[in-house]
């Protein structure tokens, strides 16, 4: 007799039915599934299947849809990599539940398979994806993930990075977070009813970047157009016939307030960065051209400053002006 703990995770046992030749696969702790729901506690209902994350729901209203997947970036900048890992065509996709609250998703393409692990906690969805490269050769330097599309009922508000993939392919990795381009890893959506908050997680000092993306570049429907797609690169050696895992979080929630939103960034960079080092200084630095003209130079103003409180030159005008600029 068979007993449970006899076996092991995952196995197959082959019954004979009569004539029928019926084969019973037995799966210890997983469930094959078509597809695996969440709900939130805010009545935020996220949809994956064997393509990912491929819907998220707010009662009747689809906030996003598509399918989460990766693909090679390593042509979106000057040293992004040789571009030879491909990731078509699409192979095998398997959607398998693990328990209440995740689901594992197995994805296959050109020399690339990946293992999505989806993990659930309120709002929030704790994506892992390990990323398998069966090239001989080549490694994959620069991994991208993309496919969610986001329908906001106006055009949205927040901090959005987007810019056309033609000026990063001018540039080096250098200018992503925490870089020059994107000097904040973390970003945030909303509109009227719903909030989205996307961030990296545990990538150390790695270059990541995170975009908003129109749907279309027509000069005048760019940031008028209500839908955003999502974008996210992660510079990660995989090697040839290796293995690395990367990891983002995805908020979701009704609360649009951005410091809700953003919460997962600000615990990323803690973590990353540590504590704050430095006495912050909140007031404000204002500048101003002090030097009027030419004709304003003469022999008992050479600086030629503007009048009034701008003449820097006169201490009862300095005076002045710190009492109206400085708090």
């Known amino acids: 007799m068979v007993t449970q703990r006899s076996l092991t995770a995952l196995f197959k046992v082959r019954v004979l039915a009569g004539q029928l030749g019926l084969a019973v696969l037995f799966i210890l702790g997983k469930v094959h599934a078509e597809e695996f729901i969440h709900r939130s506690p805010a009545g935020v209902a996220f949809t994956v299947t064997a393509d990912g994350l491929s ?51 197995r994805q296959s393409g050109g020399d690339l398979t990946t293992i999505f692990t989806y993990q659930f906690e309120a709002g929030d969805v704790h994506i892992t994806a390990r990323v398998e490269n069966h090239h001989p050769t080549d490694p994959l330097r620069l991994v991208g993930f993309r496919g969610l599309t986001f329908h906001f009922d106006q055009p949205p508000e927040g901090f959005m990075p987007v810019q056309h993939r033609s000026y990063f392919q001018a ?24 909030g989205i908050g996307f961030t990296p997680w545990a990538t150390g000092l790695t270059h990541t970047l995170t975009l908003w993306d129109y749907i279309d570049w027509a000069a ?70 002090l030097n009027r003209d030419r004709a304003s130079i003469t022999r008992d103003h050479p600086q030629g400053f503007h009048p009034g409180n701008r003449r820097f030159d006169q201490p009862r005008a300095v005076t002045a002006f710190a009492r109206q600029w400085i708090p």
């Open 171 to 194: 540039h080096r990795l250098a200018i992503c977070h925490p870089g020059e381009f994107q000097k904040i890893g973390g970003t945030y959506a909303t509109d009227r009813t719903i």
């Open 220 to 289: 005048d429907k760019r940031a008028a157009h209500p839908e955003r797609a999502l974008v996210y690169l992660v510079e990660g050696l995989v090697p040839p016939r290796g293995a690395a895992t990367f990891e983002m979080r995805l908020r979701v929630n009704p609360n649009r307030d951005w410091q809700h939103l953003l919460a997962p960034y600000r615990e990323h960079f803690q973590r990353t960065f540590g504590p704050v080092r430095y006495d912050a200084d909140p007031r404000w630095i204002a500048s101003d051209y």
């Open 55 to 105: 819907a998220i729901r707010l009662g009747e209203r689809t906030i996003a849809t598509g399918q989460w997947s990766v693909f090679n970036a390593e042509d979106w900048f000057q040293d992004g990599g040789s571009g030879t890992v491909r990731t078509e065509p699409a192979g095998d996709r398997v959607c398998e539940k693990v328990d209440a609250q995740t689901v594992r998703v």
